[in-house]
């Protein structure tokens, strides 16, 4: 898997969870159709070289899951499960709440060739 196979196979996965999926950014004003995803890719580094060739990557997905009212358990084990079977460890999670909006951010990493 390559990372823009890696980007393609993570949209799908997020997408059968059943909410709004967007890439990079939601749009703006969109936080009336909580809850909602946004996922990228935060790093992407070599992980394996030979002969100044990059054989593979390290490449780290985030993945916001936006809500109004803080309620992302059940949401976040779909994401979690959804990763995980597309080989995804998790790395770190944490919180964070805006005015009325609420934030789980978790992020996921994997191996790709490069």
Not at 104 to 113: K, S, T
């Amino acid at each position: 898997m390559t990372v823009f196979e890696a980007k393609e196979a993570v949209y799908a996965a997020l997408k059968n969870i059943g909410v709004p999926v967007y890439h990079i950014q939601a749009p703006a004003k969109v936080y009336d159709r909580c809850p909602y995803l946004v996922y990228s890719v935060v790093s992407n580094v070599p992980a394996l070289e030979g002969d100044n060739i990059e054989l593979y990557a390290r490449v780290t997905f985030r993945i916001h899951i936006v809500t109004s009212d803080g309620a992302y358990k059940t949401l976040y084990q779909e994401v979690c499960a959804a990763m995980r079977g597309l080989g995804f460890f998790r790395v770190q999670t944490n919180e964070q709440r805006e005015d009325k909006i609420f934030y789980a951010i978790a992020d996921f990493r994997i191996g790709v060739e490069s």
